[in-house]
Every structure is written in structure tokens, then in C-alpha cells.
């Protein structure tokens, strides 16, 4: 079954990444020069990420991620109606 799952998530990325590749109407909507900090700031948090929230206690873990998801969206509700 994982398998399965693995096969068709590396399907949907190919399609995105032939779009993207193939100069489709997404990607003249992209600000590209915003594009590789935010990839490279992606897949350092995503490393770094994982290391930190193994070694931190579940608990302070869970804490964090609330805090961090309830900020953001207290953020852009504000930036929405401001």
C-alpha cells in the first residue's frame, strides 16, 4: 500500500513539475525571485525541523506547533481585516 502511495505522490509531483517546467499560466503568477528563499528556507526547516522536534519532549512539541499555528493565523486574519 505504501507503495501505492509513494507511486502516485511521485506522479503528482512529475505533473507539477512538467506545468512549471512547460512555462503554464501558474507560473507566470509566481514571483520568482521569492521563490528560492522560500525553497531553500523550506527544506532547511524541514531538516533542521525534524531534528529539533525528535529531541524536544511531545508535549513542548505540541505547544510550539499551536503557538506558532495560532500566531500565524491571528496574523493574516488581522492583515485581512485591519
Known sequence: M???I???AAGLLA???NAL???GTFAAFLSWAQVLPVAIGAV???YFGARIG???PAHTF???VLTVTYGTTAVSVWRLYA
Do not use: D, I, N
Request: positive net charge; hydrophobic residues 60%; proline residues 0%.
Open 2 to 4: 505504501l507503495a501505492l
Open 6 to 8: 509513494l507511486l502516485l
Open 15 to 17: 505533473g507539477a513539475m
Open 21 to 23: 517546467a512547460g512555462g
Open 44 to 46: 532547511a526547516g524541514g
Open 54 to 56: 525528535q529531541r524536544l
Open 62 to 64: 505540541r505547544w510550539a
